[in-house]
Nanobody, 121 residues
Framework: QVQLVESGGGSVQSGGSLKLSCAYSGRSFSNCAMAWYRQAPGKERELVSQVSSIGITTYADSVKGRFTISQDNVKNTLYLQMNSLKTEDTAVYYC???????????????WGQGTQVTVSS
């Protein structure tokens, strides 16, 4: 059974930092891209950052220079280091893994349950 379990969310003041973790298990992820998404209240889920199976990283413009995605393949854990947090970073953060093609669209096959990040001014 595939599991992605996020942790590390919490409340922090603007300008602060948090590090999210996503522990994954249940299959081989060696050929998988992995990503962090977030969803703020009343907004659509958005891609924050992803790392390809060969280590290429991409970031949403809104987090470039502030967030860093990384992966420990020994610990089977995906991380998101978030610095210089802003109130607009407040959202539920989800990790996702392994693209699949479904109805001619690529989407992630596996999702975590999410972890809340709240940034106050």
């Amino acid at each position: 059974q595939v599991q992605l379990v996020e942790s590390g969310g919490g409340s922090v003041q603007s300008g602060g930092s948090l590090k999210l973790s996503c522990a994954y298990s249940g299959r081989s992820f060696s050929n998988c891209a992995m990503a962090w998404y977030r969803q703020a209240p009343g907004k659509e889920r958005e891609l924050v950052s992803q790392v390809s199976s060969i280590g290429i990283t991409t970031y949403a413009d809104s987090v470039k220079g502030r967030f860093t995605i990384s992966q420990d393949n020994v610990k089977n854990t995906l991380y998101l280091q978030m610095n210089s947090l802003k109130t607009e970073d407040t959202a539920v953060y989800y990790c996702a893994a392994c693209y699949i093609l479904e109805s001619d669209k690529w989407r992630f096959a596996h999702w975590g349950q999410g972890t809340q990040v709240t940034v106050s001014s």
